[in-house]
């Protein structure tokens, strides 16, 4: 065995590590670590409490090509250095470095009489001097590496000490400083637990070898494994134990838990007062709710929402502010408070939509509903002073997930009313219904839309809707959206038209009502119109010409005659009198 292997076995708190060049120092660790005032000052190479070290795996310092290594008292390595065993540590004297070294000769034990020790303030100089007259020794000593400050876990173990006096560069070793050292407890125990299974299996009279134990045979001289499957067994290991370690938590947690609900009490006289007065507020609530005629919601203030909450007492009567623990979170229009009491340990929850609601989804609807985009919506809601708004992948994955359901919901209504209408005429000794037809446009969704309805009572329903492609710079096409009208925009009124006939004329034919339809006086409507057996008059929207005439004439091409729009107007209407006059007299002959 190998005298470090030797050494390490006489204290816990020994500790081997090897070095680049494969030799071994044993590091000292029953000293605590000892911070000096030298240490708070600038680190530059005048600064004695600091070296330079070139160390594998770790990155230079800003404007360094080497790594700074603290020098602090309390370290302290064991090693051999040519054919002499030394102990080299660092001390301090009257808050300055000492740095002390002792010869043990060929005594690997480090705890014979010492051959020959010196102490200096100039960083092992004296030790130097005395390498350079022992035959022993080789050429020139590296104190740096004789310390092992170029090793990365020494340098680690180092610079964590006085991480938080030098922020920009030694602060991001933490987490490193951490693992090493919970690697160097888990070696620890393995060595333990190793000692244990060979104590366990020396007092059996059975051949070592063939023993078993948890499923594997037990071996006096270990598994042969290679250094990565030591690493990945490591890891596995550390994995489960920490699951074991959170489920074993949770457990203890939920024990302390139960008996805490073993120990309450009964329900007593004032929680049934709290009960009693809780019924008679959400009767109150529902009252004056009733004489407003308030629905489900309400715009409140922001300071208000959360006035209200914190002002809310818990059970144990707690009102002071100071001894409550706020979180918040929110998402879409969604937002969540939960207050903990630091007294009893309460917890309460508060939100600003009911169990059953989901108010991001809900805007979703009603801007669909209303022909209102996106960007409205958004407009809408800033000058109302909400601006924590849902983003614009949930928004329309909502109206994505609902306008199928709304289409359906319209057509099935449409429906009903259509019956309804159909009765009513026929009530009235009418054999004919007189409605209307326009088309609505809408760009709420990720193709533009046209829908047959218009804001007085639908009889017939029916959405036209164009693809939504993109292109990439190589011409390669995407459907983002998939529509039901591959024809020009032009044409989707007369899609919408004619969507809307199949769906109400297999009513009409049933019920043998006719249709008194009025239209824009599109070409291609009257033409279709004309085919359908039940069309009993078409009639033209004369205010919908009359729109069309003035926005002509304020077009750039005819603005010439723009100052002649009322003129031109009321010789329209002259006409459009005339024609009605004429064709009264020829009923009357």
Known sequence: MSWFEVLRKTNEKYISIQRTDRTWLVRDDTKSLQILSCHHHTISKKNNAYQLCAITSMKPDPGQKKCWIPLVPGYCIMSKVGLHFMRLSITENNNNLQFEWIDYGNDSTFMGNPVASGVDSEFFQSLRKYAETQSVIKGKISIPNVLGLNIYENAIYLRSIISHLHDGIFLSLKEAYKASTKMNKFVKSLNKRALELDEEFSNGNDRPNKKVKSGLIFSPF???????????????????????????????????????????????????????????????????????????????????????????????????????????????????????????????????????????????????????????????????????????????????????????????????ALYASIEDAKKNGKNALTIGFDASWSHVRNAAQASGYTRKPVVGFFVVEKSHVKKDKNGNKTIMHQGNHEASSKQMEHAVLIGILEKVVPVLEETGMLLDIVVDGDFDSNKTLHGVKCVNQIFSDLKHLTCNIRKKLNAKKWEHYSRYEDVILQYYKKCIFAVAARKASNNED
């Open 222 to 416: 270990g598994h042969k494994l290679t250094p990565q499957q030591s690493q990945v067994l490591v890891f596995n290991f550390h994995s489960i134990q920490s699951k074991f370690y959170q489920a074993n938590k949770r457990l203890k947690r939920a024990q302390s838990n139960i008996e805490k609900l073993k120990t309450l009490p009964p329900p007593s006289c004032k929680q049934k007062e709290i009960e009693a007065q809780k019924k008679l507020i959400d009767e109150k609530i529902k009252q004056l709710k009733d004489e407003e005629n308030l629905g489900s919601s309400i715009i409140c203030s922001t300071d208000s929402f959360l006035s209200l909450i914190l002002t809310q007492q818990c059970s144990c009567g707690n009102n002071d502010i100071l001894q409550k623990k706020c979180k918040i979170s929110s998402g879409g229009l969604s937002v969540k408070v939960v207050i903990k009491c630091k007294k009893c340990k309460e917890t309460l929850s508060f939100q600003n939509e009911p169990q059953d609601m989901n108010y991001t989804k809900a805007f979703a609807a009603a801007t669909l509903c209303g022909g209102l985009n996106r960007q409205e919506f958004q407009n809408s809601m800033l000058t109302l002073g909400i601006t924590k708004l849902p983003s614009k992948a949930i928004y329309h994955r909502y109206q994505k997930s609902i306008s199928e359901d709304i289409e359906n919901i319209a057509l099935e209504n449409a429906k009903k």
